[in-house]
């Protein structure tokens, strides 16, 4: 072997590639990545040189090619043989990025609204301050959850999950003349949130001012909570306007029905 100060033994090149030496003994056995010398004794010698060559072998490996599709390829490499390989990769590779994006925003989402949940207090009432926000409507729903209801609810779900590629849950809106008069469950659709990197929306909320509270425990304790926000409205000279926003914040934390806790958010505005 001649200039074996520049050969590394396969302890050494497994080393400086960040891999196993077993899998270049199998990946030289399989006749996928060879060493450039052998001696008689069996030792494997690599080059410097043939880093390049497997870090474009660990690579295909890492989008999904078969140790089969890559030695089909290096019998006969060139630059169309490379593109034809790799072509049925590019898409796949682009859905896996998007879908890890959006498990990303899923759970930064799911992150805020747990954290939201752990300060909740029963009918405590703020004023806050929020965005434009885009927002997504079912089918009109008559609000007392019968089976038509839950089939408008499928729907939306699969809606929503072919718009963001998770399921997520919703929200229900109820009109702000409806809670005037008392009717706290007369909701008229389930809604969820766009995003601005998305376009797909049904309504914009408006950016402005804002009563958010939370109810914590079922349905009959939030009559209670809408007749609070009534009388907080009055007590501050505020006319409620357009939609109540109600949404549950720990559903993935829920261990008893009683804990559940639901935020609510209607707009506001100075009398």
Not at 60 to 89: D, M, N, T
Request: charged share 25%; with cysteine; proline share 2%.
């Amino acid at each position: 072997m001649n200039n074996k100060k520049y050969y590394y033994t396969t302890g050494q090149f497994a080393k400086l590639n960040g891999i196993n030496k077993r899998t270049l003994h199998y990946y030289d056995e399989i006749g996928l990545f060879s060493p450039e010398w052998k001696a008689e004794n069996g030792y494997r010698y690599y080059t410097c040189f043939q880093t390049v060559q497997l870090e474009l072998i660990l690579m295909l490996r890492k989008i999904g090619l078969s140790i089969e599709e890559i030695i089909r390829y290096q019998r006969s490499p060139s630059g169309e043989s490379f593109a034809e390989l790799i072509a049925g990769k590019k898409s796949l590779i682009d859905r896996s990025i998007q879908e890890l994006l959006n498990t990303k925003k899923f759970l930064e989402h799911k992150s805020e609204k747990l954290a939201m949940s752990l300060a909740a207090e029963h009918g405590k009432i703020e004023m806050v301050t929020l965005p434009e926000q885009r927002i997504l409507l079912s089918s009109p729903i008559t609000g007392v959850y019968d089976d038509d209801d839950f089939a408008v609810a499928g729907d939306f779900s699969l809606r929503l999950k072919s718009i963001f590629g998770l399921y997520d849950n919703f929200g229900s809106r109820i009109p702000v003349g409806k809670i005037l008069n008392g009717n706290y469950h007369d909701y008229d659709c389930f809604f969820a949130y766009g995003r601005e990197d998305i376009e797909s929306y049904d309504t914009i909320r408006p950016a402005g001012t804002y009563l958010r509270t939370f109810g914590i425990g079922g349905w009959d304790r939030l009559k209670e909570v809408y007749r609070m926000i009534c009388g907080f409205a009055k007590e501050h000279h505020l006319r409620l306007f357009g939609h109540a926003y109600e949404e549950g914040l720990n559903e993935m934390s829920l261990k008893r029905a009683e804990d559940y806790i639901t935020m609510i958010t209607v707009g506001c505005e100075r009398e």
